[in-house]
C-alpha cells in the first residue's frame, strides 16, 4: 500500500533517519537504485529492521518523480547477524583474561545495550538476604542517569521474589503489570518503564543480575531475550573465571610471600642457631680453658702468698714475689673475662636498682672517658628493678663506655640510658629472647660505627679492630656473657660514620624490692683465728691443695686432705668432728663437689661447705641459689679472701639443715 515519505521518515528509528535521507538524496542525484537497512519502531515500541529496494521514476520531462520499491522485514536475520557480531565482540574484546571483572562486566552490558538499543544496561551484585543490587557502573544512553551504587529491590514492586527464584522478569511496561503498576512512578524516574532482568549464579544461588532498563514501553522479542540471557550467562562465567583468576593469582603470590617470609626466618633462624651453637662451643672451650688456667693461677698466686708470708716484707726477694702476683692477678681478670663470656663465671646475684647504680658510678664514667667525650645520662621514669651481680653490671657498663671512647678518637657524644621493654612474642622472637618484662641498658655514641662483618663477630672472643698490644678482644663478649648469664640478651646496632648502640636487656625482678650492697665495699680483715676445728680439703690439683692446707693450718684449723670424692666419702665417715668442708666442684672420679657435698650432709648434716671452682658450674646451684651453710670461692683468690669464708662459715649462727631437693 502506498505511503507518503513523511509517513516513511516518522517510522525510522531516530538513530538511523539521516542515514536514510542521505541515500534518497543520492539516489535522486545520481539516479542509482535505493538500497538501504534500517531500524523502524513499531507503534507497540519494538524494536524491527526493515530492508528497502526501490528505482527512481522521472515524470515527461525527465525530471525525478518518485521512487518505486518494495520494503522486506529482515527482523529475524538481522537479530541473527547482529546476535552472532555481538558475540564475537564480546569474546574477542571484553572476555579477555588481562581485563578486570568490574570492566568485564561494565563493556559486556555497554554493548548489549548498544545492540538492542535501550536506555541502561548493567551488571550487579544481588544479596537475597537484604534484597539489594549493587551496581559499580553501568552504561548510560544520552540523557539517562546512571544508577552505580545499592538498590532496594523492595522499593520497586514484588517482583524481586521472582529474582529470588531465580526467574527472569521481563516487563513491557510497569504501568500495567501487577507486581510494579504501585511503583510505577519510581521506574519511571529512573528512566526504567520496560525492562528485562536476568539473575544469573550457580547451583540455584543468584548472586548477580544484568539488566536492560528502557525509558518508554517496549515489546521485547523472544530473540533479544534469548540474546539477553546469553549474554549475561556468558557475562557471568567471564566475570567469575576472571575474579577466580586473580584469587589464586593472589593465594600464589600470598603464598609466595609467605615463602619467602618462612625462608628469611629459616635463614634468619638457622643463622642465629649457628651463631648461639659457635658462641657455645667457643664458650665451652674457653669456659674449660679458664678453668685449668685458674688452677695452675691458683697454685701460682696461693704459693706467692706463702712464700710472702714465711719471708716477711723486708726480705730482699719480696720484689720478685710481688712482680709474680702482679702477673697472676692480670692473668686472673683475663680468665675472669674469659668465664664471662663463656657464661661460667661466679655470680653474686642481688635486686639491683639500675638508675641508683648507674648514678653511683657516673663520676668513674667521666673520669675514664676524658673531657674530650660528652656523657649524657638517661635514666628512663620508675626503671624497674633487676636481679643481677652489681660488680659484674658495672663492669659490663664500663666496658661498654670504654669502647664508645675509643670509637670517638676526636671527641663526641656518649649517651648511657635506661627504659623498661616489654617484648611480646614478635619482638621477643626478633631479639632471640623469651617474651617479658626487661630492663633495656642501652649505651650509645656517635662514633666511626661498624660495618656489617664486624657487627656479626663483635661478640666473639679475641676478636678485636684495635692494634695489636691494645685490646684483648675480650670487652664486648664478657658483656654479651654477662648478660646470657643473667637471663637477658646483648644486642648491637651500628652504622659506618653514624656510631654504635649496645643494648642489655636483663630480665625485670618482680620479688621483693631490696637495694643491692655497693659492689665496692670490702670486706673486713681476718679477726680470729681457728681453735683446732677440723676441717676437710678435697681438690684433684695437688699444688692448690696443698697451699690451701697450709693456710688452713696457720689459720689454726685441724685439716685433713682427699683428691677425689670416693675418697672424701671414706674419710667422711671414718671422722665424726670434721666441721666444714672444702671442696672443688671438678672432682676426678664421676663425683663432683656437688654431689660430694650432698653425700656429705646426709653423714653429717650440720656440715658447712665451700666450694673452691675455677668456674660457675651449673652442678654446684639448686634452682639458683645455694642451701643455707654452703658458700662459693672462685679460682684464683688471695689467702686472706679464703681465710674470711673460711671464719665466716665456721662462725655463722645459720641454722643448717638438709635441703629437701637433696
Given at each position: 500500500?502506498?505511503?507518503?515519505y513523511?509517513?516513511?521518515?516518522?517510522?525510522?528509528?531516530?538513530?538511523?533517519?539521516?542515514?536514510?535521507?542521505?541515500?534518497?538524496?543520492?539516489?535522486?542525484?545520481?539516479?542509482?537504485?535505493?538500497?538501504?537497512?534500517?531500524?523502524?519502531?513499531?507503534?507497540?515500541?519494538?524494536?524491527?529492521?526493515?530492508?528497502?529496494?526501490?528505482?527512481?521514476?522521472?515524470?515527461?520531462?525527465?525530471?525525478?518523480?518518485?521512487?518505486?520499491?518494495?520494503?522486506?522485514?529482515?527482523?529475524?536475520?538481522?537479530?541473527?547477524?547482529?546476535?552472532?557480531?555481538?558475540?564475537?565482540l564480546?569474546?574477542?574484546?571484553?572476555?579477555?583474561?588481562?581485563?578486570?571483572?568490574?570492566?568485564?562486566?561494565?563493556?559486556?552490558?555497554?554493548?548489549?545495550?548498544?545492540?538492542?538499543?535501550?536506555?541502561?544496561?548493567?551488571?550487579?551484585?544481588?544479596?537475597?538476604?537484604?534484597?539489594?543490587?549493587?551496581?559499580?557502573?553501568?552504561?548510560?544512553?544520552?540523557?539517562?542517569?546512571?544508577?552505580?551504587?545499592?538498590?532496594?529491590?523492595?522499593?520497586?514492586?514484588?517482583?524481586?521474589k521472582?529474582?529470588?527464584?531465580?526467574?527472569?522478569?521481563?516487563?513491557?511496561?510497569?504501568?500495567?503489570?501487577?507486581?510494579?503498576?504501585?511503583?510505577?512512578?519510581?521506574?519511571?524516574?529512573?528512566?526504567?518503564?520496560?525492562?528485562?532482568?536476568?539473575?544469573?549464579?550457580?547451583?540455584?544461588?543468584?548472586?548477580?543480575?544484568?539488566?536492560?532498563?528502557?525509558?518508554?514501553?517496549?515489546?521485547?522479542?523472544?530473540?533479544?531475550?534469548?540474546?539477553?540471557?546469553?549474554?549475561?550467562?556468558?557475562?557471568?562465567?567471564?566475570?567469575?573465571?576472571?575474579?577466580?583468576?586473580?584469587?589464586l593469582?593472589?593465594?600464589?603470590?600470598?603464598?609466595?610471600?609467605?615463602?619467602?617470609?618462612?625462608?628469611?626466618?629459616?635463614?634468619?633462624?638457622?643463622?642465629?642457631?649457628?651463631?648461639?651453637?659457635?658462641?657455645?662451643a667457643?664458650?665451652?672451650?674457653?669456659?674449660?680453658?679458664?678453668?685449668?688456667?685458674?688452677?695452675?693461677?691458683?697454685?701460682?698466686?696461693?704459693?706467692?702468698?706463702?712464700?710472702?708470708?714465711?719471708?716477711?716484707?723486708?726480705?730482699?726477694?719480696?720484689?720478685?714475689v710481688?712482680?709474680?702476683?702482679?702477673?697472676?692477678?692480670?692473668?686472673?681478670?683475663?680468665?675472669?673475662?674469659l668465664?664471662a663470656?663463656?657464661?661460667?663465671?661466679?655470680?653474686?646475684?642481688?635486686?639491683?636498682?639500675?638508675?641508683?647504680l648507674?648514678?653511683?658510678?657516673?663520676?668513674?664514667?667521666?673520669?675514664?672517658?676524658?673531657?674530650?667525650?660528652?656523657?649524657?645520662?638517661?635514666?628512663?621514669i620508675?626503671?624497674?628493678?633487676?636481679?643481677?651481680?652489681?660488680?659484674?653490671?658495672?663492669?659490663?657498663?664500663?666496658?661498654?663506655?670504654i669502647?664508645?671512647?675509643?670509637?670517638?678518637?676526636?671527641?663526641?657524644?656518649?649517651?648511657?640510658?635506661?627504659?623498661?621493654?616489654?617484648?611480646?612474642?614478635?619482638?621477643?622472637?626478633?631479639?632471640?629472647?623469651?617474651?617479658?618484662?626487661?630492663?633495656?641498658?642501652?649505651v650509645?655514641?656517635?662514633?666511626?660505627?661498624?660495618?656489617?662483618?664486624?657487627?656479626?663477630?663483635?661478640?666473639?672472643?679475641?676478636?678485636?679492630?684495635?692494634?695489636?698490644?691494645?685490646?684483648?678482644?675480650?670487652?664486648?663478649?664478657?658483656?654479651?656473657?654477662?648478660?646470657?648469664?643473667?637471663?637477658?640478651?646483648?644486642?648491637?646496632?651500628?652504622?659506618?660514620?653514624?656510631?654504635?648502640?649496645?643494648?642489655?636487656?636483663?630480665?625485670?625482678?618482680?620479688?621483693?624490692?631490696?637495694?643491692?650492697?655497693?659492689?665496692?665495699?670490702?670486706?673486713?680483715?681476718?679477726?680470729?683465728?681457728?681453735?683446732?676445728?677440723?676441717?676437710?680439703?678435697?681438690?684433684?690439683?695437688?699444688?692448690?691443695?696443698?697451699?690451701?692446707?697450709?693456710?688452713?693450718?696457720?689459720?689454726?684449723?685441724?685439716?685433713?686432705?682427699?683428691?677425689?670424692?670416693?675418697?672424701?666419702?671414706?674419710?667422711?665417715?671414718?671422722?665424726?668432728?670434721?666441721a666444714?668442708?672444702?671442696?672443688?666442684?671438678g672432682?676426678?672420679?664421676?663425683?663432683?663437689?656437688?654431689?660430694?657435698?650432698?653425700?656429705?650432709?646426709?653423714?653429717?648434716?650440720?656440715?658447712?661447705?665451700?666450694?673452691v671452682?675455677?668456674?660457675?658450674?651449673?652442678?654446684?646451684?639448686?634452682?639458683?641459689?645455694l642451701?643455707?651453710?654452703?658458700?662459693?670461692?672462685?679460682?684464683?683468690?688471695?689467702l686472706?679472701?679464703f681465710?674470711?669464708?673460711?671464719?665466716?662459715?665456721?662462725?655463722?649462727?645459720?641454722?643448717?639443715?638438709?635441703?629437701?631437693?637433696?
Amino acid at each position: 500500500m502506498p505511503f507518503t515519505y513523511e509517513e516513511l521518515q516518522n517510522a525510522v528509528h531516530p538513530d538511523d533517519l539521516m542515514r536514510m535521507r542521505e541515500a534518497v538524496a543520492q539516489t535522486i542525484a545520481t539516479g542509482k537504485d535505493y538500497r538501504i537497512e534500517y531500524r523502524i519502531l513499531r507503534p507497540d515500541g519494538q524494536l524491527a529492521w526493515v530492508r528497502i529496494l526501490g528505482r527512481l521514476e522521472y515524470d515527461a520531462a525527465g525530471r525525478p518523480s518518485y521512487i518505486a520499491g518494495i520494503s522486506q522485514e529482515i527482523t529475524h536475520a538481522m537479530l541473527g547477524r547482529r546476535r552472532a557480531e555481538l558475540l564475537e565482540l564480546l569474546d574477542r574484546e571484553v572476555y579477555g583474561p588481562t581485563r578486570e571483572p568490574g570492566d568485564i562486566a561494565y563493556h559486556a552490558a555497554e554493548a548489549l545495550g548498544r545492540a538492542l538499543d535501550v536506555s541502561r544496561a548493567g551488571y550487579g551484585l544481588l544479596d537475597r538476604n537484604t534484597q539489594t543490587i549493587t551496581i559499580e557502573r553501568d552504561w548510560n544512553a544520552p540523557g539517562i542517569s546512571t544508577l552505580a551504587g545499592t538498590l532496594n529491590c523492595r522499593d520497586f514492586g514484588s517482583y524481586t521474589k521472582n529474582l529470588q527464584r531465580g526467574d527472569t522478569v521481563v516487563l513491557a511496561d510497569v504501568r500495567t503489570d501487577p507486581r510494579t503498576r504501585d511503583h510505577a512512578d519510581a521506574f519511571i524516574a529512573i528512566h526504567a518503564q520496560s525492562l528485562i532482568n536476568v539473575p544469573v549464579g550457580e547451583d540455584g544461588n543468584q548472586v548477580a543480575m544484568l539488566y536492560l532498563h528502557h525509558a518508554a514501553p517496549r515489546h521485547w522479542t523472544a530473540e533479544e531475550l534469548n540474546l539477553v540471557r546469553e549474554v549475561a550467562h556468558r557475562t557471568w562465567h567471564a566475570v567469575e573465571r576472571r575474579r577466580a583468576e586473580q584469587n589464586l593469582h593472589a593465594l600464589a603470590n600470598s603464598l609466595e610471600q609467605q615463602v619467602q617470609e618462612r625462608t628469611t626466618a629459616l635463614m634468619k633462624s638457622e643463622a642465629a642457631l649457628r651463631q648461639s651453637q659457635k658462641m657455645e662451643a667457643v664458650g665451652q672451650l674457653t669456659g674449660g680453658l679458664a678453668h685449668d688456667f685458674n688452677n695452675l693461677l691458683g697454685a701460682i698466686s696461693g704459693s706467692l702468698e706463702l712464700l710472702k708470708r714465711r719471708f716477711g716484707e723486708d726480705s730482699g726477694a719480696m720484689r720478685y714475689v710481688t712482680v709474680g702476683q702482679t702477673a697472676t692477678k692480670r692473668a686472673a681478670a683475663l680468665t675472669h673475662r674469659l668465664l664471662a663470656f663463656s657464661r661460667q663465671q661466679t655470680l653474686e646475684p642481688k635486686v639491683v636498682k639500675v638508675n641508683q647504680l648507674i648514678s653511683g658510678f657516673e663520676d668513674l664514667v667521666r673520669r675514664t672517658i676524658g673531657p674530650h667525650v660528652m656523657l649524657e645520662v638517661k635514666c628512663g621514669i620508675d626503671v624497674w628493678p633487676i636481679h643481677a651481680d652489681p660488680s659484674q653490671l658495672e663492669n659490663a657498663l664500663l666496658n661498654l663506655c670504654i669502647n664508645a671512647r675509643d670509637a670517638m678518637s676526636e671527641g663526641g657524644k656518649l649517651v648511657v640510658e635506661t627504659a623498661n621493654r616489654t617484648l611480646d612474642e614478635r619482638a621477643a622472637g626478633e631479639e632471640q629472647m623469651s617474651p617479658g618484662q626487661y630492663v633495656c641498658i642501652s649505651v650509645s655514641d656517635n662514633g666511626t660505627g661498624m660495618t656489617a662483618d664486624v657487627v656479626a663477630r663483635a661478640f666473639d672472643p679475641f676478636f678485636t679492630t684495635k692494634p695489636i698490644g691494645v685490646g684483648t678482644g675480650l670487652g664486648l663478649s664478657m658483656v654479651y656473657g654477662f648478660a646470657r648469664q643473667s637471663g637477658g640478651q646483648a644486642r648491637i646496632h651500628s652504622e659506618m660514620g653514624v656510631g654504635t648502640t649496645i643494648r642489655m636487656f636483663l630480665p625485670r625482678y618482680a620479688g621483693k624490692d631490696i637495694l643491692a650492697e655497693d659492689a665496692l665495699d670490702r670486706a673486713p680483715a681476718i679477726s680470729t683465728v681457728g681453735l683446732g676445728e677440723t676441717i676437710l680439703v678435697v681438690d684433684d690439683e695437688a699444688s692448690v691443695r696443698m697451699f690451701m692446707v697450709e693456710m688452713l693450718q696457720e689459720l689454726g684449723y685441724h685439716v685433713l686432705e682427699a683428691e677425689a670424692g670416693s675418697s672424701a666419702i671414706q674419710v667422711l665417715q671414718n671422722n665424726a668432728s670434721i666441721a666444714l668442708l672444702v671442696t672443688d666442684v671438678g672432682l676426678p672420679g664421676g663425683m663432683n663437689g656437688r654431689q660430694l657435698a650432698d653425700a656429705a650432709r646426709k653423714i653429717h648434716p650440720s656440715m658447712r661447705v665451700l666450694f673452691v671452682t675455677g668456674y660457675a658450674e651449673n652442678a654446684v646451684l639448686s634452682h639458683g641459689q645455694l642451701p643455707s651453710g654452703m658458700q662459693v670461692l672462685t679460682k684464683p683468690f688471695q689467702l686472706e679472701v679464703f681465710g674470711l669464708k673460711i671464719q665466716s662459715l665456721m662462725n655463722s649462727t645459720t641454722n643448717v639443715h638438709a635441703d629437701p631437693a637433696f
